[in-house]
């Protein structure tokens, strides 16, 4: 069992109480509606700034979102490989099992892929890290949404504390390396790649 | 599920663009004169692809679509909604507005999207053949 197991029994106990909120919780932790409505930000921010150096600066702080969201992913990935612990509603202790089973099956639906690291929560705060760089409002934004779709999962009981933690901290750790380490050594990549999408038009 | 998902990116990125093309001054994207009219397009299209998708049938389900095939249909249904915005703001505005494209400055490989402030997509694709033309001769 991981640690603070005893969160997911908590907090599972709160489905059912209110159906309204399951509705939204379920909406939440959906596989897409938060995600898109995350690259639709990041989208929104790659064309609508009206000054062409500013949006250069954004395209750049983007391009290094997106690569950290790649590595992330093949970090969640690598650590999959070992099977750190099984999800909520498969564990051998009764009554966090039957909770979480039960939250799970009101609220979203029981997943076959492992636990720890969350991906979700992995590709949300990678995200709104490399955005924080060079948009603050729109960086908070995209933490605020990702701390939602986490929440959402968590009180779905499809996943235990400490895999949301696990993977919020590879995304946000990723994310400051690639843009302040990694990326800047690789320019003139960035810029030509911008001028490659401005030659079609998408830049 | 995969074409549902293709659908609302595609729809809600149109509505995006609109949006974001006003603060932008990318008038080449533009579907609508006033700002105001386009901004409430661009918001309904946004919650109406959201609306539908999650309303239309059960979303919380084992699905097969993996994250890899998540980010080829994304980026598919953006750069697709892109042109296709591009390209009907080019029919519109070429329908309605009597004035001619102004002519670009710089080379377009230089200004990329910026080109979309004084042009639409066919003006500034005709202008830069029409440069290269000129070179040639």
């Not at chain 1, 919780?25 to 995350?38: E, H, T």
């Not at chain 2, 959201?50 to 953006?78: C, D, K, M, P, V």
């Not at chain 2, 080379?107 to 440069?131: A, V, Y």
């Amino acid at each position: 069992m991981p640690p603070l197991s005893g969160w997911t029994l908590w907090i599972t106990g709160f489905v059912d109480k209110a159906p309204a909120l399951d509705h939204v919780m379920g909406f939440l932790a959906n596989d897409f509606i938060v995600p898109v409505a995350i690259a639709l930000i990041l989208l929104g921010l790659w064309v609508g700034h009206r000054d062409p150096g500013r949006r250069e600066q954004l395209q750049k702080a983007l391009m290094n979102a997106s690569v950290a969201i790649g590595i992330s992913t093949l970090v969640v990935r690598i650590l999959n490989m070992s099977d750190f612990w099984p999800r909520p509603f498969l564990v051998d202790d009764f009554v966090i099992r039957e909770s979480a089973r039960y939250a799970a099956q009101t609220v979203f639906y029981l997943p076959h892929d492992p636990s720890f690291p969350s991906n979700a929560a992995t590709i949300a705060f990678a995200a709104a890290t490399g955005v924080w760089f060079s948009h603050r409002k729109a960086g908070a934004v995209l933490y605020f949404l990702a701390f939602l779709w986490v929440f959402a999962r968590f009180y779905a009981g499809i996943h235990f504390a400490i895999d949301l933690a696990g993977g919020a901290m590879i995304g946000v750790v990723t994310s400051i390396m690639i843009s302040k380490v990694f990326m800047p050594r690789t320019e003139p990549l960035p810029t030509l790649a911008l001028k490659v999408g401005r030659f079609l038009y998408i830049a | 599920m995969a074409l549902d998902y293709f659908l609302l990116v595609f729809i809600a990125a149109i509505g995006l663009y609109q949006i974001v093309a006003i603060p932008a001054g990318l008038k080449g994207l533009w579907f609508f004169r006033q700002p105001k009219v386009q901004y409430a397009f661009g918001v309904l299209a946004i919650i109406g692809a959201f609306g539908w998708f999650y309303t239309s049938a059960e979303r919380n389900i084992q699905h097969t679509i993996e994250g890899s095939q998540q980010l080829a249909l994304f980026l598919g249904a953006i750069i697709s909604a892109y042109f296709i915005t591009a390209i009907l703001a080019s029919i519109i505005q070429a329908a309605v507005c009597t004035r001619g494209d102004t002519p670009i400055k710089g080379k377009q490989h230089d200004l990329g999207m910026e080109t979309l402030k004084t042009t639409t997509l066919f003006g500034g694709i005709l202008s830069s053949l029409r440069k290269q033309r000129e070179k040639g001769d």
